[in-house]
């Protein structure tokens, strides 16, 4: 078992910067990939970025390249997302996920453990 645990959220004008981070406890953070997922209201869950295991490749969805950095320290169990020039679009429930198997990262389908989300607010 692994438990995922989000905070960094908050509410931030257009333009903003915002980082959240993701602590794992359980088993060996290292063995997993580890995703950033957002849901909007109304909206499916959709990818936002994914890194390996020890970090050496990072994967991010169009609309936040060059805004968004994923990174990771497994000394800490830690995982971020680093959020620049956020837009009122980008605000969402922001969620961490882990999964033991690369394929299949930038789908909901397959992540193994899921932390309960924290809420990001781009006002404009």
């Known amino acids: 078992q692994v438990q995922l645990v989000e905070s960094g959220g908050g509410l931030v004008q257009a333009g903003g910067s915002l980082r959240l981070s993701c602590a794992a406890s359980g088993r060996t953070f290292s063995s997993y990939y580890m995703g950033w997922f957002r849901q909007a209201p109304g909206n499916e869950r959709e990818f936002v970025a994914a890194?390996?295991?020890?970090?050496?490749?990072?994967y991010y969805t169009d609309s936040v390249k060059g805004r968004f950095t994923i990174s990771r320290d497994n000394a800490k169990d830690t995982v971020y997302l680093q959020m620049n020039n956020l837009k009122p679009e980008d605000t969402a429930v922001y969620y961490c996920a882990a999964k033991a198997d690369m394929r299949g990262l930038r789908s909901v389908i397959g992540y193994d453990y899921w932390g309960q989300g924290t809420q990001v607010t781009v006002s404009s």
């Open positions: 890194i390996s295991r020890h970090g050496s490749n990072t």
